[in-house]
């Protein structure tokens, strides 16, 4: 069969996740259909995470034309395309364009249900193109519930938007436990920006310090208009981006994970932590909390913008030190349910229920 997938921005795991499929089924014709990268945060993940695919990367220019979008995805003949929502009109049309007529589509999404009243009026707008999907593929559970708001029938909804490379992580954990005493440091990971919830987090670390004899150090990874903040804050420091693939050494050095986030539709940074055996604080707008976090057990789950229960949090992860090592062997658990060998998996049971 022929697959066509098209995505937005281009990431190792999304990349990972794709080859376990074709190398999975050999009976698939596998094209990549991904935006170029478009800005300096984008630039820093390069081509050669699509070694061994066939891939086709849409210009600016090529993204917003639909007319371009039809031609380079039509000329594979696909028998089944995978499209990422319905905000992308290029992709969006496809589902409409006659020589497409017989094509199985499927959709990928990983909104959360909010109780918006845009969502609540989003079956009005959207719920055609919806009813031709064949599949819909969520990210969790929050966004299984905005699915089925759709109307979208059970037997039509897969789990499993997003997996990552597992393998990359495995030997985090043993890293960190023969370097010696588990790492008494905090670690953030990701965009420097008010959206992932600077405007608490660097508050309820600074109360976090007060609250304690012997503070630990914050390290954060990554770049953004928010690194003078970081600077400015004491005990924090800024290591700068972080290339996937000395991800896991820098988790290994570290003792939990952060995620402040006030709006995150899934996670899989928080993923990726959990696979490297860091027991994780996130806050509740996290999607992948309902998924990956059960409190006490392998993290925390906080309330959103709230800087007290942040601090709160850090303040329990320091007092409880000792279970740190335990909860980062039940996060790995959690998290190896997302590797790109499952995702790949989940999607080949998704094809044959769809007639492939």
Same mark, same amino acid.
């Given at each position: 069969?022929?697959?066509?997938?098209?995505?937005?921005?281009?990431?190792?795991?999304?990349?990972?996740?794709?080859?376990?499929?074709? =190398?999975?089924?050999?009976?698939?014709?596998?094209?990549?259909?991904?935006?170029?990268?478009?800005?300096?945060?984008?630039?820093?993940?390069?081509?050669?995470?699509?070694? =061994?695919?066939?891939?086709?990367? #849409?210009?600016?220019?090529?993204?917003?034309?639909?007319?371009?979008?039809?031609?380079?995805?039509?000329?594979?003949?696909?028998?089944?395309?995978?499209?990422? =929502?319905?905000?992308?009109?290029?992709?969006?049309?496809?589902? &409409?364009?006659?020589?497409?007529?017989?094509?199985?589509?499927?959709?990928?999404?990983?909104?959360?249900?909010?109780?918006?009243?845009?969502?609540?009026? !989003?079956?009005?707008?959207? =719920?055609?193109?919806?009813?031709?999907?064949?599949?819909? %593929?969520?990210?969790?559970?929050?966004?299984?519930?905005?699915?089925?708001?759709?109307?979208?029938?059970?037997?039509?909804? *897969?789990?499993?938007?997003?997996?990552?490379?597992?393998?990359?992580?495995?030997?985090?954990?043993?890293?960190?436990?023969?370097?010696?005493? &588990?790492?008494?440091?905090? #670690? *953030?990971?990701?965009?420097?920006?008010?959206?992932?919830?600077?405007?608490? /987090?660097?508050?309820?670390?600074?109360?976090?310090?007060?609250?304690?004899?012997?503070?630990?150090?914050?390290?954060?990874?990554?770049?953004?208009?928010?690194?003078? /903040?970081?600077?400015?804050?004491?005990?924090?420091?800024? &290591?700068?981006?972080?290339?996937?693939?000395?991800?896991?050494?820098?988790?290994?050095?570290?003792? %939990? *994970?952060?995620?402040?986030?006030?709006?995150?539709?899934?996670?899989?940074?928080?993923?990726? !932590?959990?696979?490297?055996? @860091?027991?994780?604080?996130?806050?509740?707008?996290?999607? !992948?909390?309902?998924?990956?976090?059960?409190?006490?057990?392998?993290?925390?789950?906080?309330?959103?913008?709230?800087?007290?229960?942040?601090?709160?949090?850090?303040?329990?992860?320091?007092?409880?030190?000792?279970? @740190?090592?335990?909860?980062?062997?039940?996060?790995?658990?959690?998290?190896?349910?997302?590797?790109?060998?499952?995702?790949?998996?989940?999607?080949?049971?998704? @094809?044959?229920?769809?007639?492939?």
């Amino acid at each position: 069969m022929r697959l066509v997938i098209c995505w937005t921005d281009l990431t190792g795991y999304m990349a990972s996740c794709w080859r376990a499929l074709a =190398g999975r089924r050999r009976d698939i014709e596998l094209q990549v259909v991904v935006f170029a990268p478009r800005t300096e945060a984008h630039q820093r993940f390069n081509e050669s995470l699509l070694e =061994g695919l066939s891939y086709r990367l #849409l210009t600016q220019e090529e993204r917003f034309d639909p007319k371009a979008v039809r031609a380079i995805v039509a000329a594979h003949r696909p028998d089944a395309v995978m499209i990422p =929502g319905w905000y992308e009109p290029g992709y969006r049309r496809l589902c &409409w364009y006659p020589e497409l007529a017989q094509t199985k589509f499927i959709m990928g999404m990983d909104n959360p249900w909010k109780h918006t009243w845009q969502q609540r009026m !989003a079956r009005l707008r959207i =719920g055609r193109y919806v009813d031709r999907m064949d599949a819909v %593929v969520v990210a969790g559970e929050r966004a299984w519930q905005f699915a089925r708001r759709l109307k979208v029938p059970e037997r039509k909804i *897969f789990r499993g938007v997003y997996g990552f490379d597992l393998p990359l992580f495995d030997g985090a954990y043993e890293q960190r436990v023969a370097n010696g005493p &588990w790492p008494r440091r905090f #670690l *953030f990971m990701g965009r420097y920006v008010p959206l992932k919830g600077f405007d608490f /987090l660097l508050p309820a670390y600074r109360k976090y310090r007060t609250m304690v004899s012997d503070p630990w150090p914050f390290t954060f990874c990554g770049q953004g208009p928010m690194q003078g /903040l970081i600077a400015a804050e004491a005990g924090a420091e800024d &290591w700068g981006f972080c290339q996937p693939s000395d991800q896991p050494g820098v988790m290994a050095r570290h003792g %939990v *994970f952060v995620i402040a986030s006030w709006y995150e539709a899934w996670s899989v940074a928080l993923a990726e !932590a959990m696979a490297a055996g @860091l027991p994780a604080i996130c806050t509740e707008e996290v999607g !992948a909390t309902v998924d990956l976090i059960r409190a006490c057990h392998n993290g925390l789950t906080v309330p959103t913008r709230d800087a007290d229960g942040l601090a709160d949090a850090l303040k329990w992860m320091h007092d409880h030190y000792d279970r @740190l090592p335990t909860m980062g062997q039940h996060a790995r658990q959690f998290a190896s349910a997302h590797s790109a060998e499952l995702w790949a998996e989940r999607y080949e049971r998704m @094809l044959q229920k769809i007639g492939f």
